[in-house]
Each structure stands twice: as C-alpha cells, then as structure tokens.
Nanobody, 127 residues
Framework: QVQLVESGGGLVQPGGSLRLSCAAS????????IGWFRQAPGKEREGVSC????????YYADSVKGRFTISRDNAKNTVYLQMNSLKPEDTAVYYC????????????????????WGQGTQVTVSS
C-alpha cells in the first residue's frame, strides 16, 4: 500500500523559511509524479507545486513562484518543498500527493490528478 508522510511544518515568522519533506514508503518514487497542495481554513485545496518523475519538469503556482523550490531525492525516496520568504497567507495545511507517471511526462497540477495523499503538515506564518 502506497504511503506518504509529510514533515517539517511548524510556526515561522514572516520572511522565514521552512523545508517540508514528503517521504514515501512501501513503494519507490522513481516512476511517480509528486505534487504539493495546501488548504487554508475555509478555502479550497490549491496546487502549490509539482515535479515529474524524472525531475526534468516542475510547476509552481504564481503565488509561490520565486519563493518555493521543489526537489526530489529518489535515493532517499523523498520529495522536498523549500519555502523561503514566507508570508502569513502561506499559512495552511500542506499535503503531498503522488500518481504513477503512466504515459504522461508532465506532473498534474490539480488535485484530482493524484491517487495517493499524505496526512498533511501544518504551516503557520505569524509574528
């Protein structure tokens, strides 16, 4: 059974940084696309970033472009989301998700493109 576990969330001041990790277990990430999503209270889940299975293609939402960086270490079976210059509006529960690449070389940008989800990690940006 596919399992994803997020970690690295917490409380940070505006302008600070956090690095989220998404560790996969019971399967290898090599052939899977990974996406990061977030959901703030009272808001819909939104796509933040994604990376394709080969790490040759990435996507960032306009709201995080230039501040967030997604990367993957297949040897560690882990995907990372480095978040810099954090803003209060980045406050949300962050989820990673995965889907087998099949014949698609581009990572999905929307939630319904993913088959498996982690439990989420809270990120709070506040002074």
């Amino acid at each position: 059974q596919v399992q994803l576990v997020e970690s690295g969330g917490g409380l940070v001041q505006p302008g600070g940084s956090l690095r989220l990790s998404c560790a996969a277990s019971r399967f290898t990430l090599d052939y899977y696309h990974i996406g990061w999503f977030r959901q703030a209270p009272g808001k819909e889940r939104e796509g933040v970033s994604c990376i394709n299975s080969s790490a040759g293609s990435t996507y960032y939402a306009d709201s995080v472009k230039g501040r967030f960086t997604i990367s993957r270490d297949n040897a560690k079976n882990t995907v990372y989301l480095q978040m810099n210059s954090l803003k209060p509006e980045d406050t949300a529960v962050y989820y990673c998700a995965t889907v087998y690449r099949s014949g698609n070389s581009v990572c999905p940008r929307v939630a319904n493109g993913y088959a498996y989800w982690g439990q989420g990690t809270q990120v709070t940006v506040s002074s």
